[in-house]
């Protein structure tokens, strides 16, 4: 009972410091899903509109899509209204052999985190789970080295917003064997970008739908929208590999809340949260979904909490799906704008903020907004 009583407390003590923030910072607008294009599930066909019919600067423009290629970008595209303004390719693919194309698949490293988060949501959606329930429910006593009483405080949830108090500062983070998973902190009290958690993530919607992650993706989402990929082991991480207008498919489908021309894939708190700060430790943290427009902001493998915007000369309502060497989803909602960057980048990083910001410093005055 006073474990129950604590809980109830912690939770609505939660609620308040999430309306509390959700009010102060900006919020998701909603898109005029009316006049969304939705491209063909059946082909290749993909309507197209010219930057210059939506006034942007065309000088600049060329400047920024010359620059590009200089970063190691493999793919980029740009929607506007689901219609593609530009879909540009360089460099070799994955493989090595052949040029990049709009068949060319490639990783999207921690960028598929958004594409778990979305996959959970649906498996709540169908009650499957509920990201309220102990994790221990799906993947059974001892999947940590905790003891029984702390394994059991830590909840679906948790993983979703990377505060389940498991030790990020092991030898190997993406490790998913209980010795990996030591307690350093009560779950909900620390913030820590952590990959062993939400790799098992894939384990529970495994567990709660009995199919394998891969059949559960494509039924509930991917077979929907025409998107293609695949999930692929790679060291200790799950990846999702696809070609870019996947990537953009799935960026116009959260643009769009989930209604794929007519076809509800989704709905619910779950998803209506997923791009809003999920806690107040990284307000710039969804669920396993990066925010721009917020107070402050963390990074990975830090525990220094920052000032400001995550990308102060993007669009505040702009929320972001990132990973490794600059895998970009980028969603802005106020402008019916979804951006794929695919490639490698300079730095080593888990996600490369540098690169995200130096993308808008010369995007933005070609929109002429930011």
Same mark, same amino acid.
């Given at each position: ?79 506007? %209204? ?18 990049? #194309? ?43 080295? @905790?003891? =029984? ?17 498991? #030790? ?6 993406? %490790? ?80 769009? #809340? ?23 430790? =990284? ?53 019916? @704008? ?33």
């Amino acid at each position: 009972m006073k474990y129950l009583n604590d809980y109830i407390k912690h939770f609505f003590l939660g609620c308040f410091i999430l309306l509390f923030y959700s009010c102060a910072e900006a919020q998701k607008p909603s898109p005029n899903t009316s006049k969304l294009y939705f491209p063909s599930t059946e082909s290749s066909l993909w309507d197209k509109q010219s930057a210059a019919e939506l006034g942007w600067d065309g000088v600049k423009f060329a400047e920024f899509l010359a620059w590009l290629p200089t970063q190691d970008t493999r793919a980029f595209i740009i929607l506007k %209204d689901g219609k593609i303004v530009i879909e540009e390719y360089w460099g070799d693919k994955l493989t090595g052999v052949g040029k990049m #194309d709009e068949n060319s698949y490639w990783y999207w490293a921690s960028a598929g985190k958004t594409l778990t988060a979305t996959l959970v949501g649906i498996a709540e959606n169908k009650k499957l789970l509920n990201t309220t329930d102990r994790t221990q429910k799906y993947l059974g006593e001892g999947w940590t080295s @905790l003891t =029984n009483s702390q394994e059991r405080d830590i909840r679906l949830i948790h993983q979703l917003i990377m505060t389940t108090g498991l #030790d990020d500062g092991v030898a190997n983070q993406d %490790d998913t064997s209980p010795s990996s998973l030591v307690f350093l902190a009560e779950p909900g009290k620390r913030w820590a970008y952590h990959n062993a958690p939400y790799t098992l993530l894939e384990q529970v919607v495994q567990n709660a739908s009995g199919q394998s992650f891969q059949n559960f993706f494509t039924e509930n989402l991917g077979g929907k929208i025409g998107m293609k990929g695949f999930w692929q082991k790679t060291g200790e991480n799950n990846v999702f590999y696809s070609d870019a207008r996947s990537f953009a498919r799935f960026g116009l489908l959260l643009l769009a #809340d989930g209604n794929w021309d007519g076809n509800q894939i989704w709905s619910g708190d779950f998803f209506d949260e997923l791009s809003q700060s999920s806690q107040s430790l =990284n307000r710039s943290y969804g669920y396993l979904t990066w925010l721009n427009g917020k107070s402050s902001y963390m990074v990975p493998q830090s525990q220094t909490i920052y000032p400001g915007m995550l990308v102060p000369n993007a669009p505040a309502d702009m929320y972001q799906a990132m990973g490794k060497n600059g895998q970009f989803l980028m969603v802005i909602p106020s402008e019916g @704008l979804v951006i794929v960057r695919m490639g490698g980048a300079g730095d080593n990083s888990l996600v490369p903020f540098l690169l995200i910001r130096d993308i808008w410093e010369r995007l933005g005055p070609v929109i002429g907004k930011y």
